[in-house]
């Protein structure tokens, strides 16, 4: 219980600190200042994660992936190619905490860079918030898919700002990294379409099309399952309570077990 206490302290404080400290960075007009100041909070923030120890369901698989290799460890669906080939190159010179540190770095580093971008037309302080109390401490069990959303959003920041290349690039490196990252490819090509056509008709049947996809999710497992082939993050989607479902009836499932 006393663990559990002073975690919760810890999390709590480097919350409260990264988001203050990155809002007032945020308000520096030099951007080597400001980036400076990026790196130093994220160069703090990351020291926890380096040394979580087993926090995280998921933490134990990475440690024993790169400690002795991904044949180590036995899982429903191979880990992407472009991590094992991240983890077995720094596997050579770097113990798993600086390893862990590293992750961490790059995932806290580009976010802020991404945001960084917009500061004139956003709440930096909520960004940073939203930040180290989701991304943050989500890449503490799922490691890899926070560094692919992060090199996907750094991505999606250069391509609006008319980068042709580099985006593309980013994202093969992120879908290397974690398969769900394809998914951020729609972004651009919604983009192309909406910046193209300038058609309200087709504004209005993208929004319906999305609406009609998060109430009913199972379609997106399906959608990825045509197009990766990849059944256990299809599951992400299809799966509820070991059932197929629609948004409200996932929810109602959960309200009756709490109840019971």
């Known amino acids: 219980m006393m663990a559990l206490m002073w ?11 990264m988001t ?15 980036y400076s100041g990026y790196t130093l909070i994220s160069g703090i923030a990351s020291l926890v994660p380096a040394f979580r120890g087993l926090t995280g369901t998921d933490t134990a698989m990475y440690k024993t992936v790169y400690l002795y290799g991904d044949a180590a460890y036995t899982r429903w669906s191979d880990i992407e190619k472009g991590y094992i080939a991240i983890n077995n ?4 010179f770097l113990p798993l905490p600086a390893f862990f540190f590293l992750v961490s770095f790059v995932t806290i580093y580009l976010y802020l860079l991404s945001i960084d971008s917009f500061r004139d037309r956003i709440d930096m302080y909520v ?9 943050y401490l989500l890449s503490m069990n799922i490691m890899r898919q926070m560094l692919a959303v992060s090199i996907c959003l750094f991505a999606m920041v250069k391509y609006l700002e008319g980068k042709k290349i580099l985006p593309f690039v980013l994202f093969i490196i992120a879908t290397n990294i974690h398969t769900s990252a394809v998914l951020c490819v729609l972004f651009i090509v919604l983009d192309i379409l909406l910046t193209k056509y300038q058609s309200r ?3 209005i049947i993208i929004v319906a ?3 009609l996809l998060t109430v009913n999710y199972v379609q997106i497992g399906n959608i990825i399952l045509r197009f990766t082939g990849n059944k256990y993050y299809a599951g992400y989607f299809t799966r509820s309570a070991f059932t197929g479902g629609s948004f409200i ?8 077990q709490l109840q019971e």
């Open 20 to 34: 203050v400290a990155t809002g007032r960075i945020s308000t520096f007009e030099t951007k080597s200042i400001r």
């Open 209 to 211: 099309v999305v609406l």
């Open 127 to 135: 960004a940073a918030f939203i930040l180290f109390t989701g991304n």
């Open 7 to 17: 975690s919760v302290l810890l999390y709590s404080i480097v919350i409260f600190v």
């Open 201 to 203: 008709s087709l504004a």
């Open 249 to 256: 009836s996932y929810y109602l499932k959960n309200s009756r």
């Open 89 to 92: 190159f720094f596997q050579k």
